[in-house]
């Protein structure tokens, strides 16, 4: 027998955005999904909600801004994969109370961004970007004046976590001391330190480094208070999120010469698109090296990522499996060959695990297989049973007070 409510593959649909590597598609297409879209931009407004209302998974990266009103034209949303390490793009709370769950790749570009501040902060003290730009007007400023080794100089990290100490690694190899401010306890890398307060970080670094995700705390952490403590003829690198920084006391120092030169990957506003504009005050400045968001963007960083974010999404909607999920309770299911496989979604409420075995004990269903995980917000359970009862059980579980989403495997 088999189920009406469960999906055949071939009518699963992926929307994947932002140009997510052809490696997520060959993983996919190699599971046995054939429903792929790719759009190679950020989607957003009625173009995405048109789009999101028909697909069981999105994959995305930094741009595509899935809201509450997003998630509310997603019907059939199953999950979200982020092919990047920041969720903050993706409202995790709306998505959980749709049962949708959201995935990401917590590591595979933390290399590629830590290769990117270093090449930065080497070339910024040696005054590169500046000398190529006149070089490139016809100018030769051939000086060592502003022209320091990076050897012997202090980086200081704001976030050591996978990108900061991956940095430390790299920096301490290099000649450098490394010091560090998290709102955490972490153990220092080789001969890093922690410093306790942001400015005392400030005041004693050569090369200031953001890497802390965008959380409420951190909005506009680096203002004018945070770049006045930094100190004179030194650096700032953000290659974190656009809303870390106050762009325009960042441009303002700059002009007055506080800081010898900066390098910002991220920026408060960022074109959709490699056809929108960029608009920032920084522009035309030659000792700022501005890139776009190309922190994560190499090729190894890209094909690692889109391995590992289809390979969640093919777990999850083959057996359900919520490993490193960011916004709901992790389980790791066995297979479960011969058997249906129920998964129910609820609230985390009192009464609904009582209300869920009362389906199978009042309906004469026998459990083969049960899984239980929960987390403050949702309560995540798989139920195996024989084929013949699923239809009846998914139905009943689908009554249950509390029942956010449920889906049926086989
Ligand atoms: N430019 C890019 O292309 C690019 C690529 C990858 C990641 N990122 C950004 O970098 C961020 C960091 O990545 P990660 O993998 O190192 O994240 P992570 O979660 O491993 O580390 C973040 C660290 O920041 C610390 N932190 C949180 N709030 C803080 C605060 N208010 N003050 C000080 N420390 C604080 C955390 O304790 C943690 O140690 C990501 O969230 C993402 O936004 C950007
Ligand atoms: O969060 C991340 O991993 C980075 O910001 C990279 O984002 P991207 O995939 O849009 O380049």
């Known amino acids: ?20 590597h052809p490696s997520a598609i060959e993983l996919l297409r190699a599971q ?10 950020a989607l957003q407004g009625e173009e995405l909600k048109a ?27 199953v999950a979200v994969g982020c092919f990047c390490i920041g969720t903050n793009q993706v409202d995790l709370n709306a998505a959980r109370e749709r049962g949708v769950a959201v995935f990401n790749a917590p590591y595979s570009n933390t290399r590629s961004v830590a290769e990117l501040v270093l ?42 976590g996978s990108i900061g100490t991956q940095l430390s690694v790299l920096a301490e190899a290099l000649g450098m001391h490394v010091a560090f401010f ?42 004018e208070a945070e770049i006045a403590a930094m100190k004179p003829g030194s650096i700032l690198i953000n290659a974190s999120r656009g809303s870390v920084v106050v762009i ?33 005050p920084l522009r035309g400045m030659d000792n700022v090296i501005l890139t776009p968001h190309i922190g994560g963007s190499t090729m190894e960083a890209q094909a690692n ?20 999920s960011v916004n709901f309770p992790e389980v790791a299911l066995p297979t ?30 026998n459990i083969a297989g049960q899984f239980l995980q929960t987390n403050e917000a949702i309560g995540y359970v798989v139920i195996d049973i024989d084929a013949a009862s699923s239809d009846l059980a998914l139905e009943k579980l689908g009554q249950v007070p509390g029942t956010l989403r449920t889906r049926v495997l086989f």
Do not use: C
């Open 1 to 20: 027998m088999t189920s009406k409510t469960s999906l055949d593959k071939s009518k699963i649909r992926f929307l994947l955005l932002e140009g997510v």
């Open 32 to 41: 046995g999904y054939s429903q792929i879209e790719t759009v190679p931009k």
């Open 51 to 77: 789009k999101i209302a028909d697909v069981h998974f999105i994959g995305i990266r930094s741009q595509t801004q899935l809201t509450a009103d997003i998630f509310a034209n997603a019907p059939k949303l």
């Open 119 to 160: 090449a930065e902060a080497i070339l910024l003290l040696r005054g590169v970007p500046e000398k190529s730009a006149l070089a490139h007007r016809g100018g030769w400023l051939k000086s060592a004046t502003n022209s320091y080794e990076i050897r012997g100089k202090t980086l200081g990290i704001v976030g050591y």
């Open 182 to 223: 998290d709102t955490v306890s972490k153990l220092p890398l080789g001969n890093a330190r922690q410093v306790v307060k942001l400015h005392d970080l400030l005041a004693q670094s050569d090369i200031v480094t953001l890497h802390v995700p965008e959380l409420p705390s951190t909005q506009w952490m680096i203002g």
């Open 248 to 280: 325009e006391a960042l441009a303002e120092a700059l002009k007055a010469k506080k800081l010898l030169g900066a390098a910002l990957d991220v920026f408060p506003v960022e074109p959709g698109s490699n056809k929108d504009e960029f608009v920032s």
């Open 305 to 324: 990522i889109g391995v590992e974010v289809a390979e969640k999404l093919v777990k999850y909607s083959d057996n359900g499996t919520s490993t490193s």
């Open 336 to 365: 479960h060959a011969g058997k249906h496989r129920l998964l129910h979604v609820h609230r985390n409420q009192p009464g609904v695990l009582s209300a869920i075995n009362q389906v199978f004990s009042d309906n004469k269903i």
